[in-house]
């Protein structure tokens, strides 16, 4: 039982309690999280990293008037935990549960929804805008990673930030990872920062005044008047990038010592204008697994069975690495996800074909076309989800130009318990209205591989792969060896339905047609594969005297069938696929039941499609 954590219903409880309590408290969340989320899964140890980081800003803010703006959201779990949520903390990420990020809906306390990286400085300007132009006087925070101020966006609002002047306190919390380790300038500026003089002689008081007396909480006491007397004589490194955006620097400040940052945070409120107060953290703090691994603990899945059989990522990662084998100018990018998207071997095996650019997905796009031009190959491999932030930049720069640049789109469709913010479900509709640019969807591992075998043998022009994350569909078909663009395959036969299928949901379609089967109902199952340019001539064979349906693990707006209906207006289709709304998060089958996009929901979608059409409705 976790005494003090229990206790805590509202979040100003914590600024009630006594420092040495304080540090009991981080104990209790930290063995809560643990508890949980190896048993549940979710984002462990980033979470792990800002437990006394939470507990400082509740001590000194109040949540319930300032402005508390996090960055990417997966390391809010000691927060929800401590802002009147501990008792359905059990529930993160499950289906009808809490969120595993904030979320506006879900607490008064969530001022700011996030689930992808760096929008937490431009958003926290605004709030600071509101509140200047509105005469109220609340203070406004944004919290950030060091990973996340390598995108633009992040820079963007700093930018913005120094030229403004308003009171903001940005919190840079710096522990040298994203998901996988940092990258670029800014990561080398800030490890620059942390060797500096100042702070190793700021943290050898800190320690020095804690050792001075055998009472913790006497230690605590005066460990907290060492901390405001070094604040007031500043604890600024003058090199620091930030004084150059005009954003005042305070730091590094070690992230860990509830003393240190209580007294930072305490001081620094006063102060006008903008200012970035940089904290030292360790991902995955007080479970040793996840400080050892931070990177593979970045995200657990719980308890779960062990499957057989083969993985779209892993197959991703053997395709690409025997191509690159084969051809010296197959290089690979990605951003900041080489773990995630299968290029960790890659990056091993061909360290100087291997580009990671940080979380800078707009920069991984123009960048692959620089290199397309000047003779390479390139695989740029970006979530689904994160490419809608790359889509100005695959329209202008790789479309218009016709760059020969191979998109691998991983986590495409309906990804689970991360929820809305990463659902992949829009890149057929993104990709679909480009002009030029080509777009496969494989329903398995094989043909997957050979696509991109294919594809990186003659490369030419902007080419999209979409393709889900896990374990393949255990019904599988066999495949031509050549799946040239413009065609499909006929994987299932039937006279009365024609099921045109994307991706894996060529599975799906054909468990739909046992079921019909047995209803009287005759299916057959055509798998594009290119779902641009689609093999228009064949679709419009097969639906000779068929009731057509589409079915997509993607959005109904835009997608690939309404993309058929309007090159085939003369057909009637069933467009199936993910409706004009915001998929919630929870377990993946789950979802696509309640979307009836598995085989039970499809089947009976389409045994009430051709019932009416029988019935003349």
């Not at 500096?196 to 907290?224: C, H, Q």
């Not at 066999?478 to 045109?500: M, N």
């Amino acid at each position: 039982m976790s005494q003090i954590l229990d206790g805590i219903q509202e979040p100003g409880q914590v600024a009630e309690l006594s420092l040495e309590d304080r540090v009991t408290l981080a104990a209790e969340v930290r063995k809560r999280i643990i508890g949980v989320i190896c048993n549940t899964g979710g984002h462990l140890a980033s979470s792990l990293g800002v437990v006394e980081l939470t507990i400082a800003l509740l001590t000194i803010y109040d949540p319930g008037i300032d402005r508390i703006v996090w960055d990417v959201g997966h390391q809010t779990y000691p927060w929800k935990l401590l802002t009147g949520r501990g008792e359905l903390f059990h529930t993160i990420r499950q289906t009808g549960g809490l969120s595993g990020f904030p979320r506006r809906s879900e607490s008064r306390f969530d001022v700011y929804g996030t689930g992808h990286s760096s929008t937490s400085i431009s958003a926290a300007l605004g709030f600071a805008g509101a509140r200047d132009i509105s005469g109220r006087g609340e203070r406004v925070v944004a919290v950030i990673g060091d990973g996340s101020m390598t995108a633009g966006l992040a820079l963007e609002g700093l930018n913005n930030a120094g030229a403004l002047q308003t009171d903001i306190t940005i919190i840079l919390n710096d522990n040298e990872m994203s998901i996988s380790k940092n990258v670029g300038a800014l990561s080398k500026h800030l490890n620059k920062l942390l060797t500096d003089p100042t702070y190793n002689r700021f943290k050898d008081g800190v320690w020095k005044a804690l050792g001075k007396v055998p009472s913790l909480g006497e230690r605590m006491r005066i460990a907290a008047h060492e901390v405001s007397s070094a604040v007031k004589k500043t604890i600024v490194t003058p090199a620091s990038i930030f004084e150059e955006f005009g954003v005042n620097y305070f730091g590094p400040i070690p992230g860990h010592d509830l003393a240190a940052l209580t007294g930072v945070l305490s001081r620094v409120k006063k102060l006008p204008g903008p200012v970035l107060i940089h904290v030292i953290t360790r991902k995955g703090k007080g479970y040793s697994p996840a400080e050892s691994q931070p990177v593979s603990h970045h995200g657990v899945s719980g308890v779960v069975a062990k499957t057989s059989g083969a993985k779209f990522t892993g197959s991703f990662s053997e395709a690409i690495l025997d191509a690159a084998e084969k051809d010296p100018t197959v290089v690979a990018i990605t951003a900041a996800m080489p773990d995630g998207t299968g290029l960790t071997k890659f990056a091993n095996r061909f360290p100087h074909r291997f580009f990671d650019v940080g979380i800078a997905e707009q920069h991984a796009v123009s960048f692959a076309c620089g290199l397309a031009f000047g003779g390479m190959k390139p695989v740029v491999a970006i979530y689904s989800s994160f490419m809608q932030r790359a889509y100005d930049q695959v329209i202008h720069d790789a479309a218009l130009q016709d760059a020969p640049v191979l998109f691998a789109m991983d986590r495409a469709g309906v990804v689970g318990a991360d929820g809305p913010t990463h659902h992949g479900i829009y890149d057929i509709s993104m990709f679909l209205a480009v002009p030029g640019l080509k777009l496969a969807a494989p329903r398995d591992c094989t043909v997957l591989k050979k696509l991109i075998s294919k594809e990186l043998e003659d490369l030419s022009g902007p080419t999209g792969i979409r393709y889900p994350r896990g374990q393949e569909p255990e019904l599988r078909f066999s495949s031509p060896d050549s799946l040239p663009q413009g065609t499909g395959q006929v994987v299932r036969e039937g006279d009365q339905v024609l099921i045109i299928a994307v991706g894996p949901m060529v599975s799906t379609a054909a468990l739909a047609g046992d079921i019909l089967k047995e209803k009287g109902i005759d299916v057959m199952v055509f798998d594009p594969v290119w779902l641009k340019p689609a093999p228009v001539e064949t679709i419009r064979s097969l639906a000779e005297n068929r009731s057509v349906i589409t079915l997509e693990e993607g959005s109904v707006i835009g997608g690939f069938g309404q993309y058929v209906t309007s090159i085939l207006p003369a057909l009637d289709v069933l467009n199936l696929g993910i409706p004009d709304e915001f998929a919630p998060h929870g377990s993946t089958l789950e979802i696509l039941a309640d979307l009836k996009l598995d085989p039970a929901g499809v089947a009976g979608s389409i045994e009430d499609h051709v019932r009416n059409r029988s019935e003349g409705c």
